[in-house]
């Protein structure tokens, strides 16, 4: 009996621990609202996989997002939202349209992964901003995106809004896309010391030479 209690205690725990990587929650922003259901249907190829909750990792700044399952066959009419969430301040754009600023991020269920990701690739988020560009109207798929002056280490998901303003898909965490790029690695103590020793050991080697010549 007490192993049941147990059991039936545990599973609503596991379900819990596990919202934050699912992301399958809609939630309104702007003037957009949502649908009673929001399939997470809407995904970004890149490539490779990041290792992180966010799964995916685009290798450059032109990449694509795909439209699988319901959205597929069902994109008429709709628009594609791009929401970003950048750590360290939002710029740029994508295919041309900047991005408008969003006070908290529309997936309240992805806020942990987006965090969990930034710290699991080392990223450091000093300046967090959230924000949409609506690209409008999808006429094929999957959709080419282009960003334009975006940082390295912004984090995309995308949602589909029928011609009612209701959102009717989005992206899942292991679906949404990493913006990669160059970034600066501040080099660790030990690092830096390893390389000071490196340099005096030259030196030396250096100085006997000039010694015996």
């Not at 699912?22 to 922003?29: E, I, K, L, R, S």
């Not at 009673?36 to 685009?58: E, Y």
Request: proline share 4%.
């Amino acid at each position: 009996m007490r192993a049941v209690k147990l059991l039936a205690l545990f599973i609503p725990l596991t379900f819990i621990t596990a919202l934050p990587a699912m992301a399958d929650t809609c939630n309104a922003f702007a003037s957009f609202t949502c649908a009673k259901s929001s399939p997470n249907n809407v995904h970004f190829v890149g490539t490779g996989t990041t290792g992180q909750d966010v799964g995916i990792l685009l290798g450059s700044n032109t990449f694509s997002v795909s439209l699988v399952g319901g959205a597929a066959t069902h994109f008429s009419g709709d628009s594609l939202i791009i929401l970003a969430a950048a750590p360290n301040g939002l710029t740029g754009s994508v295919n041309g349209v900047s991005f408008t600023s969003l006070g908290s991020f529309p997936e309240g269920g992805a806020l942990g992964a987006i965090t969990d990701t930034w710290e699991g690739l080392g990223i450091s988020a000093g300046n967090i901003q959230f924000g949409y560009a609506n690209l409008g109207a999808i006429t094929g798929n999957p959709i080419s995106i282009t960003a334009s002056g975006v940082g390295a280490g912004t984090i995309f998901y995308g949602v589909l809004v029928n011609s009612s303003g209701k959102i009717v898909y989005i992206t899942a965490n292991s679906e949404a896309g990493v913006l990669g790029g160059s970034t600066s690695v501040t080099p660790e103590p030990a690092s830096l010391t390893l390389l000071g020793t490196g340099l005096a050991a030259v030196a030396g080697l250096v100085r006997r030479k000039s010694k015996k010549a």
